[in-house]
């Protein structure tokens, strides 16, 4: 249990906290190293690629033995500058395959986005048109309970349009 604890703390910093430093540290620079920037890129890609695969197998490989070192080795090998694993995962195995369905993904996530679009249209339309009926049930609500208007008021009422009418009709002349 000790154990698994430290792996984990040395998994996020090992593989999350000190790359992300590093990648800080390449864009940071006056002029960035394009190498480097796509070295950190690639590796982003491939830590990515690899939560999310941990996030869907999770109860079948987290039971193994060694797991969680496992992991920490292969991220140690993924940005050690002597063994460039990044580099060769990146492109021995992850190009190659994103590469040859690249069309396939491009139009799956543009008829996402599109579906996403018109399911938040459908709902924000929906939405104004219930908080509009409400709003308008409420103003009926807050109409029904005023008091009402005295016979004086509206008197006095007439009594300023006529006035008003009559300085407009001065004015015109």
Request: glycine share 6%.
């Amino acid at each position: 249990m000790m154990g698994s604890l430290i792996t984990r703390a040395l998994i996020m910093v090992v593989g999350y906290v000190y790359p992300a430093y590093k990648c800080f540290k390449c864009v940071e620079m006056n002029r960035p190293d394009i190498d480097q920037l796509r070295f950190w890129c690639q590796y982003w890609i491939i830590i990515a690629i690899v939560t999310v695969l941990e996030r869907l197998g999770d109860t079948f490989v987290s039971w193994l033995p060694l797991y969680s070192e496992a992991k920490l080795a292969f991220i140690i090998y993924l940005w050690c500058p002597k063994t460039l694993g990044t580099t060769y995962v990146y492109s021995s195995f992850l190009r190659p395959l994103v590469a040859s369905h690249e069309g396939d993904i491009d139009r799956h996530l543009s008829e996402l986005s599109t579906r996403a679009m018109d399911i938040l249209a459908h709902y924000w339309q929906n939405g104004s048109v219930y908080a509009q009926s409400k709003f308008m049930e409420i103003l009926r609500y807050v109409a029904s309970q005023a008091p009402p208007a005295r016979t004086e008021q509206g008197q006095g009422m007439q009594q300023v349009n006529d006035n008003m009418k009559g300085w407009f009709a001065k004015s015109a002349d």
